[in-house]
């Protein structure tokens, strides 16, 4: 009985202290304060240079909301992130009281590292565009290299920048064009590129109608001419760009100049072929190299990319996929191990149903069909078991493709709405500096 007056007087004892944070008034104990992480609330004294005597209490210009948070963790031991509260400026308040990112509530995790994924995000959008900033700031003193540089850099910054911006464009779309025109018969013509020996037709006696008429005919000429044009119209426009490039590494390590220099490397060796195929014809394996080469000169869809400086839905498109790489990856991984899980079932349950002819890389072929619901039907189980494999094998595609695209369209989502904000407060500057210069000619006017 004697204990309980003791304990509440000793209660009553601990003075209250009296903080005044903008305008808001809190009180609390000493004993609450002693738990602080901080030094700064934890050594409080009278002595304190945040100390106002006359009114007695403690002023600090500090958030007040904050402040409250801070307070309820000396009693819980956990921190809550206000969700009204800017997370930087709540980063910039735990650090001034000393609370340690360890203490946050783990309810409030997403709240508060969500600016940081959002900060990356930005700054992956404005990376390319603050390359080119600055390379425009280092060609400022050289007017003529500065314009060539914007013309080519910034397709709406002036008229002539949109017109050739139009132009190289076309010429995209014209190359991709005649490369499909390329394997058509009806632009093909007796060889003129090109001297072939006479026996150099009989070794295609026995070869498909595709391999005599690309091997041994050539494209009529309005088709080279125009594809050759294209060509030279990438390889001046990349050379200009890259020698009035103030910084050449920067520009080479830009993935659409990386892409365009290939183009037009992969481009040049297939035009060197075409005037070579007497030679490419000598035997399968040289003819085999040659068409390796023709088909990748698809890579000119590359240039396609281009279009991706005037849409932001094609450059968050990008810049989302960028992102997802990791998640990609363990979703072609686990595809792959699932592919090959299924295959090797339906090899050995199909042992007794098939005459022999598959192996076991068909039925992964068939299980990768099957997992991506494609379903072509030239393999399938006949089985009672198979059909039970070849279930689960879809349902297992579609839960292991589904997954990892709702992170990457997560991932658009995220990228495609801060691209939105950042174009606004773009306009916004623009707008908010087009109004001061107008006040200042206003002004000396």
């Not at 956990?78 to 009204?84: C, E, Q, T």
């Not at 030279?232 to 990386?258: A, D, G, S």
């Not at 002819?357 to 006949?382: E, K, L, Q, R």
Request: aromatic fraction near 14%; proline fraction near 3%.
């Amino acid at each position: 009985m004697d204990e309980c007056p003791q304990s509440y007087s000793s209660n009553a004892m601990d003075s209250k202290v009296i903080f005044n944070i903008r305008g808001s008034r809190f009180e609390t104990l000493k004993s609450t304060l002693s738990k602080a992480p901080g030094e700064i609330l934890r050594d409080l004294d009278e002595g304190s240079g945040f100390y106002d005597r006359a009114k007695q209490e403690y002023f600090f210009d500090r958030d007040p909301d904050v402040f409250n948070s801070v307070l309820n963790m000396c009693n819980t031991g956990l921190i809550h992130v206000p969700k009204h509260i800017c997370t930087n400026l709540c980063k910039v308040e735990m650090a001034f009281w000393g609370v340690p990112t360890t203490v946050i509530s783990k309810c409030c995790w997403r709240t508060y590292f969500q600016v940081d994924e959002e900060t990356e995000v930005i700054e992956h959008l404005q990376e390319n565009s603050q390359q080119v900033c600055d390379m425009s700031q280092a060609l400022k003193f050289d007017s003529f290299r500065y314009k060539l540089w914007t013309c080519i850099e910034k397709p709406g910054s002036s008229l002539v920048a949109k017109m050739w911006y139009v132009f190289y464009m076309a010429a995209v779309f014209v190359s991709n064009v005649t490369m499909c025109l390329w394997t058509m018969s009806d632009f093909r013509t007796d060889h003129y590129l090109n001297t072939y020996a006479p026996n150099t037709f009989e070794s295609f006696e026995n070869s498909s109608v595709k391999w005599a008429r690309l091997m041994l005919t050539d494209p009529v000429l309005s088709v080279l001419a125009v594809d050759t044009l294209c060509m030279l119209v990438f390889t001046m426009e990349f050379l200009v760009h890259f020698f009035i490039c103030p910084r050449k590494y920067l520009f080479l390590k830009r993935p659409i100049n990386t892409a365009t220099l290939t183009v037009i490397f992969i481009m040049w060796i297939g035009f060197v072929m075409e005037f070579n195929k007497e030679r490419m014809a000598i035997n399968k394996t040289t003819r085999h190299f040659f068409f390796a080469c023709k088909a990748l000169t698809m890579t000119r869809l590359l240039l396609f990319l281009r279009l991706e400086s005037q849409f932001r839905a094609l450059r968050v498109l990008l810049k989302s996929i960028q992102a997802s790489l990791l998640e990609l990856m363990l979703m072609i991984l686990t595809f792959a191990i699932a592919a090959l899980i299924f295959g090797n079932m339906l090899y050995f349950i199909q042992l007794e149903e098939t005459d022999g002819n598959d192996s076991v890389y068909i039925w992964v072929w068939w299980a990768i069909i099957t997992m991506t619901t494609v379903g072509y039907g030239d393999f399938f189980p006949t089985s009672l078991l198979g059909y039970s494999v070849g279930v689960i094998c879809a349902i297992c595609g579609v839960v292991i493709l589904s997954l990892p695209i709702a992170v990457i369209s997560s991932n658009f989502s995220i990228y495609y709405s801060l691209s939105m904000e950042k174009g606004r407060m773009a306009r916004l500057h623009k707008h908010h500096i087009r109004k001061e210069s107008l006040a200042d000619s206003n002004q000396s006017g």
